[in-house]
């Protein structure tokens, strides 16, 4: 029976105590989106930086015209750089001098670039609200929700809850991605009865109580492995939200990921007696936990129950168990489940072949690997023999001459030799001679 935990009496600092009479509903079904990938960017020009007594407009001033919004960027993020240890006051100022003309465009560019380094991004950032009124540049929801993001990355909390208190302030700020990155953040920093008052008053701020917004919390506090507190909540609020599987799974994906198989079990008979019906996902994920704990018999006896009941699995999850299948030595088994998977709409991929191909080559079972290497050759695309393939070959040959002519099949489907075989293969050259 795992324990039960008192739901939060604690308020979370001024970031409850806002109300705000917004009104935006969630706006997707996407579950939370927890990081917006970096653009790619060149590297700081040493020249830029050899003098830091250099005029800061001269530093942003160098480039050519006509700059994109890429090299205006580095231009700034080369100030932040050079100025980093300066007080949050001092490189506003600096930026004052710049006359910069800012873009939604440009400020996400820039605090993109420090992601990881959140001093230069809030000192940006707060650049920016300063001089909103003498520019006439107002932020909006994508450039605050990403301070917010590396703020609580950065679990710099007293500027985090300071940011989310000014877009409070302003209407129709917050959205669904707000409330996704303060769920993950909060979670990431094992602020629990946080994560679940925010979401309790999520109203407050004019978002919508809904599955989605149950989905996100639970899966936020699933992913940082608070995976009990996320059931006990669940099943007090399940109740208010239509019953749908993808809630379940979260759940079952949560135990799965901590490898506590006796409680992912104990969810796995839940679920089964629930109302809703497991998908292909509810079995890849028990699926996977079995194989990964050794239970490769409970395992394929899942398999064939999705065959039975027309839920057709995909070709990870069978991979999944031909590959326990083949660790336990239970080759045959994984053969007979290969065979199956032409005639069950489930076709193998490169993955597949190489699981059987390896454990194969360890029993010398070469004239079966010889087989299965001659019908990858034969299908191509996503059954193309590659490096792995061949190395596992290699990695079981004895003679030179079996050497050469899988070398001479490598060569013909332009895959190359992986460095740790070069000495393996040169040895058996040699005992040849």
């Known amino acids: 029976m795992h324990r039960r935990f008192r739901l939060p009496s604690l308020q979370i600092h001024s970031l409850l105590s806002l109300q705000s009479s917004v009104h935006t509903p969630f706006i997707s079904r996407k579950f939370l989106v927890f990081s917006v990938p970096i653009q790619h960017y060149h590297q700081i020009n040493p020249s830029n930086i050899t003098n830091n ?30 100025h980093c240890q300066e007080p949050i006051e001092g490189i506003g100022q600096r930026l004052d001098d710049c006359n910069l003309s800012l873009s939604e465009d440009l400020i996400l560019n820039v605090l993109k670039r420090h992601r990881s380094d959140w001093k230069p991004a809030y000192a940006f950032f707060s650049w920016v609200c ?25 679990k710099r909390f007293e500027e985090f809850l300071q940011v989310f208190d000014e877009m409070s302030s302003r209407k129709k700020l917050i959205n669904e991605r707000t409330y996704g990155i303060v769920v993950s953040r909060l979670a990431a920093a094992h602020k629990v009865d946080e994560v679940i008052e925010f979401f309790n008053k999520i109203e407050d701020f004019g978002l919508e109580r809904n599955l989605v917004a149950f989905q996100t919390l639970l899966l936020s506090l699933c992913r940082y492995k608070h995976v009990e507190e996320a059931e006990f909540f669940f099943r007090n609020k399940k109740s208010e939200f239509r019953d749908d599987i993808k809630t379940w799974n979260i759940i079952l994906n949560g135990w799965c990921v901590l490898r506590s198989l006796p409680d992912a079990k104990r969810f796995w008979k839940d679920i089964i007696a629930s109302e809703c019906k497991p998908d292909k996902f509810t079995y890849g994920i028990f699926i996977n936990s079995l194989s990964k704990s050794g239970k490769i018999s409970t395992a394929v006896k899942l398999l064939r129950t999705m065959w039975e009941k027309g839920c057709t699995p995909d070709v990870a999850i069978c991979n999944t168990v031909i590959d326990g ?9 994984a053969l007979q489940i290969f065979s199956e998977m032409n005639g069950r709409d ?66 013909k489907s332009g ?13 058996i050259h040699g005992m040849g001679r």
């Open 53 to 82: 007594h250099k005029p800061t407009n001269q530093v942003l001033q160098n480039a050519p015209g006509n700059t994109s919004t890429d090299n205006e960027a580095l231009k700034i993020q080369t100030l932040l750089k050079i």
């Open 130 to 154: 300063g001089t909103k009124s003498s520019i006439g540049f107002l932020p909006g929801t994508t450039i605050y929700n990403e301070i917010l993001d590396i703020l609580g990355r950065m």
């Open 325 to 333: 299948l083949c660790f336990k030595k239970r080759i045959p088994e």
């Open 346 to 411: 489930c076709l193998p991929n490169v993955a597949t072949y190489n699981s059987l191909i390896k454990h194969l080559s360890k029993i010398r079972r070469m004239d079966k690997v010889h087989e299965l290497l001659h019908e990858m050759e034969e299908k191509g695309e996503s059954c193309a023999p590659n490096d792995l393939t061949y190395g596992y070959i290699l990695k079981a040959a004895k003679k030179p001459e079996e050497v050469d002519g899988i070398l001479e099949r490598m060569e």
């Open 415 to 427: 895959c190359k030799l992986q460095a740790d075989l070069q000495l393996g293969v040169e040895v």
